[in-house]
C-alpha cells in the first residue's frame, strides 16, 4: 500500500536551535549558526551565539522535555548587515538551523568584512503627473503639474533625492520606446 502525506510540507531543512544547543559546550557560546532558508541570498547571513539559556526542568514534572523553550541572545549578520545583538527565543523552536563548522566560520567571517552593499540609487523628488491627472487640475485650476515622490520604507537600495543632490533616476510617466514602433504610427 503506498504512502499517502497529509498536512502541509514544511521548507524547513534542519534541527531547532535548541537541539542544537544542548549538545555543545556552554550551550555553544560564541559559536556560528544560520538558517537553512536563508543560505539562498547571496549576501552573508548568520548568528552568532553570545548567550543561551536553556529553560530545563525546574521541579514541576514534564515542563519543558523538548528542551523549546528559554533566553537566547544572538548576534544576528543578515544579507551582508549587522544587526547587533537581539532575542531570538521566539523563533529558536524553528526546526531551521544548522551549526557552521569551526574551520567555516573563518569563511562567513572573511565573508561578511569584504562585502560591499550595493548602490543606492537617488530618485527624482518629484515626477510629471499623469494625463488624465493633470487635465483635471487643469479643469480645476491648479498650479501645480508635478507629483512629490514617496518612497515607502520597504523599498531598498534607492532614496529620495535631498536638495541639491543629482538624482540618478528619474520616474517618468509613458510607454517607454516601443520594440516596433512602426504599430504606434498615427496614434496619438
Known amino acids: 500500500m503506498p504512502y499517502k502525506l497529509v498536512g ?4 524547513f531543512k534542519g534541527k531547532r536551535l535548541w537541539e542544537i544547543i544542548g549538545n555543545l559546550k556552554n550551550f555553544g557560546e560564541g559559536r556560528m549558526v544560520v538558517r537553512s532558508t536563508f543560505e539562498k541570498y547571496p549576501e552573508p547571513t548568520f548568528y552568532r551565539i553570545v548567550l543561551a539559556r536553556p529553560e530545563m526542568d525546574t521541579g514541576r514534572p514534564h515542563m519543558d ?3 523549546m523553550k528559554g533566553d537566547l541572545l544572538v548576534e544576528k549578520v543578515f544579507r551582508g548587515v549587522h544587526y547587533g545583538v537581539i532575542n531570538m527565543s521566539r523563533v529558536a523552536y524553528k526546526p531551521d538551523y544548522r551549526l557552521i563548522h569551526k574551520h567555516e566560520e573563518a569563511r562567513y567571517i ?3 568584512r569584504n ?6 540609487e537617488i530618485v527624482s523628488p518629484v515626477m510629471d503627473m499623469p494625463p488624465l491627472l493633470k487635465l483635471v487640475a487643469e479643469r480645476d485650476g491648479h498650479a501645480e503639474r508635478d507629483l512629490k ?3 515607502g520604507k520597504k523599498i531598498k537600495g534607492c532614496r529620495v533625492a535631498e ?3 543629482v538624482p540618478t533616476k528619474k520616474f517618468s510617466i509613458g510607454l517607454g520606446t516601443p520594440a516596433s514602433p512602426e504599430l504606434y ?4
Open 8 to 11: 502541509r510540507t514544511t521548507l
Open 149 to 151: 515622490v514617496k518612497l
Open 163 to 165: 536638495e541639491g543632490e
Open 115 to 120: 562585502y560591499k552593499s550595493k548602490d543606492v
Open 65 to 67: 522535555e523538548d528542551n
Open 110 to 112: 572573511d565573508a561578511f
Open 185 to 188: 504610427e498615427g496614434v496619438i
